[in-house]
Structure formats: structure tokens, C-alpha cells
């Protein structure tokens, strides 16, 4: 199926009609999570699919052609999406947090609609490892709950999502992130090379995910600072902006800090990485990771590496409960309760250790993330022109 020059149309020949898998999601917006996502869901369609019949739905469309060796098209395209939906036999729709209001309903009335147009074009749709909400306006529920009526199947990647499906009168499956089931490919030497030099003369190496968040206040970068050298005082940070055009501003604010206070410090270029697979070896390196970001803390406990969170999203703190590791609250009180909380908090962590039980716990949740994979096949397989 020959792609345009410009990467903005795709052109269909005879031969594959309804052959079409589609893949829709926050994808070519350079957020690792979103992209580790697309990496592990494109391996296991591809395992059974050939990727000639795979389109991504992308904000990059030429980027994920080049990365994954797919076909991509610009995902704000709409006019194009008639000629694909019609020739597509499966629409997923997912990974990620796809229908929530948070910030207005746009995300849902986005993905509701290629739903909805997916299934007036006689696909099927595979609502896959989503976890559902915040749904906070009565528009953005209603059409959550018209979309997921309409879907063939649907894996939910946590139980509270489940239980609002459940109080719709619909069933999902109980599964995980798909990041859970990501294989790491070999760090490039590069990295490699930052993270010996980090590890010269001292004790551990810890990486560091901050996003920008109302709660996140200035004084708060200053306490982190200051617990990580009180607490890790022969130790260097390796500071992660997973979304470079969010978090890079923040990191180098953290980092003036952690300097004037004596710390090595290094800002990680985001773009020796081009692939999630290869920060998921990146976090095997490291001792530990202190972040914000949902799939820095997924990955490195994916790579048995403990961690300290800090609490922005109700998804982070389900997370670390789960793991049983410590939490950094933002919650507003006065600052002195702050700092003391945070270094009291950072200390304790200093002896945790990825023991039996959170290995058991990895264990279960691997298992239930391959859980996509086998719904994902059990479609596809069904399907002789595959």
C-alpha cells in the first residue's frame, strides 16, 4: 500500500479492502508513555498481522513511519478517515487515557467520533488498555458511554475504570498497561557513556521525571533539591524530560538547584532515545527513580528498580500503592510541613529494596498486561486475509 510523498493520504488498491487494522491514540506528540504504548501494541499486531495492513493515526506522521516502519497519516485529517474506515476491518482505539475531561471534553468527542464513524463503516473496534476518566462534564460521559457501547471489545487497565464501565451495564477485561509487557533494546553507546560518567565515583545513579502541574509550585523544586543531596550525597541525577517540550523547562530549573548544592547532574537528550524500548534499558541502569510522569515510574518498576513518586494524578498514586512504594504528596500545607514531610519521606525510601513480593507483584502484572495481546489475537486471528 504505497504512501504519498507527503505522508498525508494513503492510497488503497482492491486487494485490501477490509484488510485494514487502524490504530488510533496520543500518538506523535513525543510523549514516552503514549509511544511505549504504540511500540508494545504495534509488536503484537505485527505478530500476527502483516504491518502492510497496519495505519497509525499520528500527530507525526512521518516520525512514525520512520520509527516503526508502519504506515501513518496525519490524525486530524478527517476526510481521509472516510476512505480508511471503509476499508478497515478493526479500529483500535487506546492505549493511554483517551476519554477524559480533565481539561474540557475535546479528547472524548475526538476519539467518541472515530468510533463512531469506524463503526458506521462496518469496522469493529477494539477499545484497548484504557484507563477511563476523570469524566467530569455531562457531555464527556455520555459519550464515553455511547462509544464503548458501540465497541466489539474492550481491556481496561485498572479496576476503577472497570467499575465505572460496570455501572454503565457494560463488561470489560481486567488487564494492564501495555508497557508492562515492553522488551528493552540495547541502550546506544551514548547513553550508555552518560550514565558511566554519572556513575564515576559515586554511589548510585538516580533519574528524575518532573511534568509541569498547577500544584507543583517553585519551593517544592528547592525541597526535592535539597532531600536528594541531604539524603544522597555521593549520588548524581540523571534528569528524564519524557516529553521534551513539557518538562525540559522545569528539569533545568530542578537542575540549578541540585548544582548549587553540590550535586552532579546531567539533562538527558531525549533525542539519543528514539525508540521507549530503549528507556526502558535505560532505567536498568539506574538505582533510582524519583518522578512525576506515570511511565517513568511504570518503567523502571518494570526494571526492578524502586521508586518515589509524587502525587499529581490519582493514576500515580494507584500505581505506587500497588508497588508499595513512597509517594510525595503536593497537597497545600504550609511549607515547613512540606520540607520536612518530603525529606522524612526521601530518607525512609533510601533502604527500600525490589524485594520477593514486589517481584511476585511485577510477576501478575505482566501477565495481565499480555492479556491484551491475547483478546488482540483472538480478533485478528479470526480474520483468513491476515
Sequence with gaps: MPISKNHNSVELNQKEH????????????????????????????????????????????????????????????????????????LLISGGGGLFQDRTGPRSVIFYAAQIFMAKLLGAKVFIYAQGLGPLRTTLGRILTQLAFRLADVITLRDNSSIAMLKSWGLEGKLTADPVWALSSSPLPDSVNAIVDSLREQKDKVIGLSLREDPALKDYHLKYLAEAIAATYPQSSVLLLPLQQNQDLSLLKQEDNYLRELGVKTHILDSSLLSKP????????????????????????LRSSKPVIGIAYDAKVNIL???????LLSLEDKDKDSIRNAWLETIREAKNIKFNQTLKDKLFVVEQLARQNAIQLANMLRGWHYL
Excluded at 507525526?60 to 501513518?72: D, I, N, R
Aim: charged share 20%.
Design 277 to 300: 524500548s530503549y528507556w526502558l534499558a535505560l532505567m536498568e541502569k539506574l538505582d533510582l527513580v524519583i518522578g512525576m510522569r506515570l511511565h517513568a515510574l511504570l518503567m523502571a
Design 320 to 326: 505506587l500503592k500497588e508497588f508499595g512504594q513512597p
Design 18 to 89: 477490509r484488510c485494514l487494522v487502524i490504530i488510533t491514540g496520543y500518538y506523535g506528540f513525543d510523549n514516552l508513555g503514549d509511544e511505549a504504548i504504540l511500540e508494545e501494541l504495534l509488536h503484537e499486531v505485527s505478530s500476527i498481522s502483516s504491518k502492510d495492513n497496519i495505519i497509525v493515526l499520528s500527530n507525526h506522521p512521518e516520525k512514525t513511519t520512520a520509527l516503526y516502519g508502519v504506515k501513518s497519516i496525519n490524525r486530524w485529517r478527517w476526510a481521509e478517515y472516510m476512505k480508511l474506515f471503509s476499508n478497515a476491518s
